[in-house]
T-cell receptor, first 116, second 110 residues
Framework: GAVVSQHPSRVICKSGTSVKIECRSLDFQATTMFWYRQFPKQSLMLMATSNEGSKATYEQGVEKDKFLINHASLTLSTLTVTSAHPEDSSFYIC????????????FGQGTRLTVV | QKEVEQDPGPLSVPEGAIVSLNCTYSNSAFQYFMWYRQYSRKGPELLMYTYSSGNKEDGRFTAQVDKSSKYISLFIRDSQPSDSATYLCAMGDNFNKFYFGSGTKLNVKP
C-alpha cells in the first residue's frame, strides 16, 4: 500500500507554545489529506480536510485559528497547534489517499502531543 | 446516535481461535467500508477494503458487508498473538469523509 509518513512521532511542549506536525505522502501525490484526533479509547475524529493549493475544510467545532493547516505541496501537509494548552494533548493522525479513482485511505504513524 | 457503533471489548481469545469483529451503522448511504488494525501508540494500518455489499477474503482475514442490516464484520481465522491490537472499522459514502468506530481491543493468548 501507499506510504504516509508523519513527523514527529512524539512531542512535548510547554503551554502557550506552538507545535507543527508534518504529514508526507512518500510514494504518491496526495491532493487531499485528512487530519484526525484520537483520545484514549476513543475513535478517530476528523478535524479537517487539507486540500493542496486551497484552504482547509474544518469540521464543526474545530477552531481553524487554533489548528492551522497548510497543504503546501502535493506531498506535504502540516498541522500547527497554536498556543497549545494541556487539553490539546492527544494523538494526532494524518491520512491521505491516492487520488486516482475511489481508493482507501492510508494513515501516518501518528503524533503523540503532550502539552505541559 | 453515533454514525458507527463498535463494541470496545476487550475481546480475549486463545491462539488459533476464529475471531469475529463487528460494526453497525446508521447511514444507508455508506458504501465504502474498511477495517484497520492499530497497535498501541501507532497509526492505523489498513487491513481490508470493501465496496458495497459482499465478502472479501485476504489470507486469514475475511470482511463481510450486509448493507440491508447495516452491519459489517471482520473474521480472523487461526488467530495469532501478533493479531493482538485494536481493530477499527471505518466507512463513508464518499472518500472525503470517513466515520470510524471506537475500536475493539483484541487479545490473542498464546
Amino acid at each position: 500500500g501507499a506510504v504516509v509518513s508523519q513527523h514527529p512521532s512524539r512531542v512535548i511542549c510547554k503551554s502557550g507554545t506552538s507545535v507543527k506536525i508534518e504529514c508526507r505522502s512518500l510514494d504518491f501525490q496526495a491532493t487531499t489529506m485528512f487530519w484526525y484526533r484520537q483520545f484514549p479509547k476513543q475513535s478517530l475524529m476528523l478535524m479537517a480536510t487539507s486540500n493542496e493549493g486551497s484552504k482547509a475544510t474544518y469540521e464543526q467545532g474545530v477552531e481553524k485559528d487554533k489548528f492551522l493547516i497548510n497543504h503546501a505541496s502535493l506531498t506535504l501537509s502540516t498541522l500547527t497547534v497554536t498556543s497549545a494548552h494541556p487539553e490539546d494533548s492527544s494523538f494526532y493522525i494524518c491520512s491521505a489517499r491516492v487520488p486516482t479513482g475511489n481508493t482507501e485511505a492510508f494513515f501516518g504513524q501518528g503524533t503523540r502531543l503532550t502539552v505541559v | 446516535q453515533k454514525e458507527v457503533e463498535q463494541d470496545p471489548g476487550p475481546l480475549s481469545v486463545p491462539e488459533g481461535a476464529i475471531v469475529s469483529l463487528n460494526c453497525t451503522y446508521s447511514n444507508s448511504a455508506f458504501q465504502y467500508f474498511m477495517w484497520y488494525r492499530q497497535y498501541s501508540r501507532k497509526g492505523p494500518e489498513l487491513l481490508m477494503y470493501t465496496y458495497s455489499s459482499g465478502n472479501k477474503e485476504d489470507g486469514r482475514f475475511t470482511a463481510q458487508v450486509d448493507k440491508s442490516s447495516k452491519y459489517i464484520s471482520l473474521f480472523i481465522r487461526d488467530s495469532q498473538p501478533s493479531d493482538s491490537a485494536t481493530y477499527l472499522c471505518a466507512m463513508g459514502d464518499n472518500f472525503n469523509k470517513f466515520y470510524f468506530g471506537s475500536g475493539t481491543k483484541l487479545n490473542v493468548k498464546p
